[in-house]
């Protein structure tokens, strides 16, 4: 067995022997047919960003062939809103390297998402799923090199106050139990989601925890490993279902809404990324970051005014991003500061050998670690629309591959740690500002929406929606109005308290 392979936590990968983007119809009928599998479930993302499902119960190996092969109808107009009644009719055809075991189901039960395809059987041009991978083409196209990403899934758990070992509020950071109520959770969460396909770096309890009206709110993170940006996108969605379903089943319940209450820390989606030549990280080159990194950091700058229609989607977020935060308001980098746009994290730039300090035994001989390095985009949160956050941001790195002036962009918008001290108030006003609402937000897309379309990634049509979409929110001084006002800010939260 591949080495790859043989610890691979999914029962399908497993059993064929096979990784995921190698399975063919074939294999999926051996593994149904030896495993007892008796129902196929479709899954597909709609407009709001969650997974639907369409049941079939396997009637005999024809059927089961026939599925596989042809797919299903479903009511595009009943999906996408801007799919029109009179032409809705799209079909669903199943992705078989997506091909999970559903841990929830009764009924031995594979799960595979689909993509969506027009009555022609061509893809559906604004489907999210293939814009996405529209966006990674061009990037491949236009670079040669592939692009990956990886995100951190934050989301608040919410259950009774059993009054018992309480942890410190909003300094909940890393908590163990039995300070960390929903610890157990997260690790049951963890290893159904890797069973699914999902590849997972790590879980641990987040800084926010507090109590409300007899409620605990214990906030928690599992953070993804970088994979190809569409594998890394359905892992996302696939994890959230999971997360709430799993909530479901335990009788509490989660969001993964960006604002959870007033002077509370809320959820986040930052999202990691580094381009890629076959195995090789470009993201550092002789123990610095490199020209690479800087392009693709430059155009997050450039189109971060608009990144935010995509990862922002409702009038929560922009309670998030406000300044003095660990939310970021200022158009910037640097390095491990949490304050700024994109942060380089703390790496493994060069050949270390501590684990031989911590480990006398071990061998000494320095490692290079340096794959490990990516950069971090902090804007985005639970509202986002996954596929097209990450089609957002491919296109924003690919751009700055195209940018003449890109590694001047970089070092312009470049801070240190300090700079947003008081006495640094000066080189703060130099820096662009996120927008402030989706308003904000949707006017910026509509003037930066050409770097969107380029190339056909986008279509016009989709970014028309979105804009209008963001403008009908009306909450251009929302956040000035009622960010003090409490019990108007948890109307706010509780109308879009399950978004995305």
């Known amino acids: 067995m591949d080495n790859k392979i043989a610890m691979n936590p999914n029962p399908v990968i497993q059993y064929l022997n096979k990784p995921a983007e190698e399975l063919t119809k074939e294999d ?28 079939f119960i396997i009637g005999s190996r024809e059927h089961l062939d026939h599925l596989l092969t042809a797919g299903e109808r479903v009511d595009g107009s009943s999906l996408f809103p801007f799919v029109e009644a009179a032409s809705s009719d799209l079909y669903v055809i199943p992705r078989y390297r997506t091909a999970f075991l559903d841990p929830f189901s009764e009924i031995p039960t594979l799960n595979i998402l689909c993509a969506f395809f027009d009555s022609k059987g061509n893809p559906m041009e604004s489907a999210p799923e293939h814009v996405l991978k529209k966006a990674h083409q061009a990037f491949k196209d236009k670079t040669g090199y592939s692009f990956d990403a990886m995100g951190e899934l934050e989301y608040y758990i919410i259950s009774e106050d059993d009054g018992l070992f309480k942890a410190e509020d909003q300094k909940a950071y890393h908590e163990s139990s039995p300070f960390s109520k929903w610890a157990s959770f997260r690790t049951k969460a963890m290893k159904l989601i890797a069973e ?93 970051l490199s020209n690479i990194a800087k392009k693709v950091i430059a155009g997050y700058m450039e189109m971060a005014p608009s990144l935010t229609a995509f990862g922002n989607m409702n009038p929560t977020s922009y309670f998030r991003l406000v300044p003095h935060q660990e939310a970021p308001t200022n158009i910037c980098w640097g390095d491990r500061n949490r304050s700024v746009l994109v942060r380089v994290p703390l790496g493994w730039t060069r050949p270390m050998n501590m684990i031989h300090k911590a480990n006398p035994l071990e061998d000494a001989t320095k490692t290079d670690f340096s794959n490990k390095q990516t950069i971090e985009i902090r804007n985005a949160d639970g509202s986002a629309d996954v596929y097209l956050l990450l089609a957002g941001i491919t296109v924003a790195a690919r751009h700055g591959f195209e940018m003449e002036n890109a590694l001047q962009t970089a070092k312009n918008t470049y801070v240190d740690i300090d700079i947003f001290k008081e006495e640094k108030k000066a080189e703060q006003k130099k820096l662009g500002h996120l927008p402030t609402s989706c308003v904000a937000s949707a006017k910026m897309l509509e003037k930066q929406k050409a770097v969107y379309t380029k190339y056909n990634v986008f279509p016009e049509g989709l970014l028309n929606y979105l804009i209008d979409f963001l403008k009908a929110f009306r909450d251009e001084n929302l956040r000035e109005e009622i960010e003090n006002d409490e019990e108007k800010v948890m109307k706010l939260v509780t109308q879009y308290f399950h978004c995305g």
């Open 28 to 55: 999926l009928i051996r593994f149904i047919e030896d495993y007892d599998i008796q129902m196929i479930n479709f899954r597909y993302v709609g407009w709001d960003g969650r997974l639907k499902t369409l049941n």
């Open 196 to 288: 699914s396909g999902g590849t997972i770096k790590y879980g641990h309890s987040e800084v926010g925890n507090f109590t409300r009206n007899g409620m605990v709110y214990e906030q928690n993170e599992i953070e993804f490993l970088p994979a190809n940006v569409e594998d890394a996108a359905d892992q996302l969605v696939i994890a959230k279902w999971i997360i709430r379903t799993l909530a479901a089943s335990n009788n509490v319940t989660v969001t993964f809404s960006p604002k959870i209450t007033v002077g509370k820390a809320g959820s986040g989606l930052h999202i990691h990324s580094r381009v890629m030549q076959e195995d090789k990280n470009l993201m550092i080159k002789e123990g610095i």
